[in-house]
């Protein structure tokens, strides 16, 4: 018999498209004048419920008209959006929808080469870039056969600007084209209105395809306990913060998707754009802003637990959260003293693009500070299994699975992956968890799991463990071949080494773990580690170059 945890609560997800629920149902109370999107730096240039839905529209009447997005009908017109942070993003992604087309953001880090794979594995004849971003993006175009009339500049400052490289209309038009409305489950179930591309820190990104019914479901079902508080607050006479974040993650995952484009139009609350993320105007905006609500990484969160730099640039958070990668609770502790004056404690989330987001929420008015992921969200189904697809007992590590509301179609164009990663129903997450004493815990990746003479190695645990020293700013660990087929865990250290050396890394590991878990494939200082535009580490690249050196190594 299966062992399924899942939340004691069940609840309705209704059944309207994302626009419909967001702009004209009882279910998105936020009032037409609220600010919803600003520049950071010039908060006079914003749009409220009512601007946003108006330009939308504008320019989903000047992708239909001029580009004929949606015009053969929804769910095939996929427009890549390549764009740092700006406020009329939001705008872009209800206009594609509205339109009828598919909404495709790209990393702002991308090559031309990365580009246009992704313009041409999700057969895009359309591409839309921020300013700065243009030169990758004609390139890109080109090389996936695009001429530069097909290549969009949007521009949310000085000026509101929808326009082609070649060419001089105005996609945003004067006129306006509303959406077609769904209420047909099944529709809504097989519709596609996001196309987003997993990291790729295991091979090529894979394009997930999001529907209407995942997009719906992934705003109702957290909800629920946060009206419930709410209510409670206000019934005992309390004021409700205002929200207020700060965007500095790229819109290419569901981070950025959800966290900024799609949720602040559900509770109210305000974004605030970066164009880009650097440190020092992150923390200075923060302080400046107000910001009361924040979601960042773990990698944001260690600079600002070990950072000098930061003071009381987050007295006004209220509100932390975190997810993309496992934060143990040491880091947790540790950032949670810098965080609201010592009274803001992270929630740690956990999910990932093929479930449209969080599947695990801390409950507003709860915490934990023990590293766990949070508890499940209704509606949302976990096993924990072996190889074999059987259940493990409590308290011992398996690989997540999932299935619910949330949980996408599968891999657009790509059956064998799709196959893979969905099984009976379940979503093979490839993360490893545990369930200890009815809390949940990501340990490790499965596919970053090291063997050495048959005991598995987590290079998570090494990198948490690297990561308390003092002296180590950040820590990553990746697997290098050894006789005997075994791999050993090699460490790339960030560090000040002034004050440690190798020998130095390796005895402190010495001294906290196992024999069998000890640097065994040395030890390499780098400036920066590679991550990916959302920070995530780029284990892949760590592993290649560690190939390189090793080579280079036996040759002298």
């Known amino acids: 018999m299966s062992r399924i945890y899942r939340n004691p609560r069940t609840v309705d997800i209704p059944d309207l498209d994302i626009l419909t629920l967001l702009f004209d149902s009882e279910h998105c109370a936020t009032p037409e004048d609220a600010r919803l999107h600003s520049e950071a730096t010039n908060p006079n240039n914003y749009l409220t419920k009512a601007t946003l839905r108006e330009t939308s529209e504008k320019i989903a009447h000047g992708l239909r008209s001029q580009y004929g997005i949606g015009a053969n009908g929804p769910n095939k017109d996929a427009v890549v959006v390549f764009s740092t942070g700006q406020p009329l993003a939001a705008a872009l992604l209800y206009g594609v929808v509205a339109a009828g087309g598919v909404f495709s953001a790209a990393s702002p880090s991308f090559t031309p080469p990365e580009l246009a794979r992704q313009i041409k594995q999700g057969l895009s004849n359309l591409l839309v870039c921020s300013p700065d971003l243009e030169s990758v993006a004609v390139q890109a175009a080109e090389a996936a056969g695009l001429g530069k009339d097909r290549v969009l500049v949007l521009q949310s400052s000085p000026t509101w600007s929808l326009a082609p490289v070649q060419g001089s209309n105005q996609v945003i038009s004067s006129k306006r084209l509303t959406w077609k409305r769904i209420t ?310 960030v560090a000040d080494q002034s004050k440690i050396n190798e020998q130095g890394v390796k005895d402190f590991i010495a001294s906290r773990l196992a024999p069998y878990k000890q640097l065994r494939g040395g030890v390499v200082f780098v400036d920066v580690l590679p991550k990916n535009a959302i920070g995530k580490l780029l284990r892949r690249e760590l592993r290649e170059r560690a190939k390189k050196e090793l080579k280079l190594t036996s040759k002298l």
């Open 184 to 493: 047909d489950r099944k529709e809504l179930e097989d519709s596609l209105a996001i196309l987003l591309y997993s990291s790729g820190t295991t091979g090529e990104p894979k394009g997930v395809m999001v529907s209407h019914r995942n997009l719906v479901a992934e705003l109702i079902l957290p909800s629920v306990q946060g009206r419930e508080w709410a209510a409670k607050e206000i019934e005992a006479g309390r004021t409700l913060p205002e929200g207020r974040t700060l965007a500095h993650l790229p819109i290419a995952h569901i981070a950025g998707v959800f966290g900024y484009l799609i949720s602040p139009l559900f509770s109210g609350s305000e974004v605030c754009w970066m164009r880009k993320f650097e440190w020092k105007s992150f923390l200075e905006l923060n302080k400046k802003l107000k910001i009361t609500v924040l979601y960042t990484v773990p990698s944001i969160y260690l600079r600002m637990a070990k950072s000098p730099d930061v003071t009381d640039h987050f007295k006004y958070l209220q509100a932390a959260i975190t997810g993309a990668a496992p934060m143990d609770e040491k880091l947790q502790k540790a950032a949670n003293s810098r965080l609201g004056e010592g009274e803001t404690h992270i929630a740690q989330t956990w999910g990932l693009s093929e479930t449209t987001g969080a599947v695990t929420t801390m409950p507003r008015g709860e915490y934990d500070d023990t590293g766990s992921i949070s508890p499940l969200l209704p509606n949302i189904d976990l096993r924990i299994v072996d190889d074999d697809m059987n259940d493990v007992a409590p308290g011992q590590e398996g690989e997540l699975i999932l299935r619910g509301p949330v949980v996408t179609r599968g891999y657009f164009r790509n059956p064998e992956a799709t196959r893979d990663a969905f099984r009976d129903g379940w979503f093979c997450t490839g993360d490893i968890g545990v369930d200890r004493g009815g809390k949940f815990y990501v340990v490790d990746r499965k596919k970053e799991l090291l063997k050495y003479k048959g005991l598995q190695i987590a290079p998570a645990e090494l990198e948490n463990t690297l990561i308390t020293h003092p002296a180590i700013l950040e820590a990553a660990v990746c697997g290098v071949a050894d006789e005997g087929g075994s791999e050993v865990p090699r460490a790339y250290v």
